[in-house]
């Protein structure tokens, strides 16, 4: 079974209950670039299309985990549209100052400091960090470290 959705920008989306990926497309294409490219934000953009979701789940009585599936669409587009679009890797995307980290995280590793000291200002550096970007952070230096 189909519905016709109307995503409050006004674009008419047909959705399928078992194939959602056409809503998601056309979620990412119409509202996500556009508000990333208008505001240079990827929180806010990231915001937009959340409250999109959840306004058409509850608008239709959908199932709640439509959410988790296009957040994970969107991490599909990541490594693909959204990095051409901007020109920078994901990493950068996800955390406007990832530069910053891995410049800190350069100068306490070349600092010379004893191992307890050093595993203390690392853990202050990436405490404010969420396990997502912990996750990526370390994907970025990974990469960095062994494919170059």
Do not use: C
């Not at 056309?26 to 508000?35: A, C």
């Not at 600092?111 to 405490?127: C, N, P, T, V």
């Amino acid at each position: 079974m189909t519905l016709e959705i109307k995503l409050r920008n006004g674009t008419k989306v047909e959705f399928d209950k078992q194939a959602p990926k056409t809503l998601f497309e056309v979620m990412i294409s119409e509202i996500l670039i556009p508000k990333y490219k208008d505001t240079d934000d990827w929180n806010l953009a990231i915001n937009v299309i959340i409250e999109e979701i959840n306004h058409i789940i509850g608008e239709h009585e959908l199932d709640p985990r439509l959410k988790i599936a296009l957040l994970s669409e969107i991490e599909n587009h990541l490594d693909k549209d959204i990095e051409e679009l901007t020109g920078v890797a994901k990493i950068e995307i996800l955390f406007l100052n990832m530069e910053d980290y891995v410049e800190d995280i350069e100068k306490i590793i070349t600092a010379g400091l004893e191992k307890a000291e050093l595993r203390h200002q690392m853990a202050r550096l990436i405490q404010p960090l969420t396990l997502f970007e912990l996750g990526e952070l370390f994907i970025f230096l990974g990469k960095r470290a062994f494919l170059k």
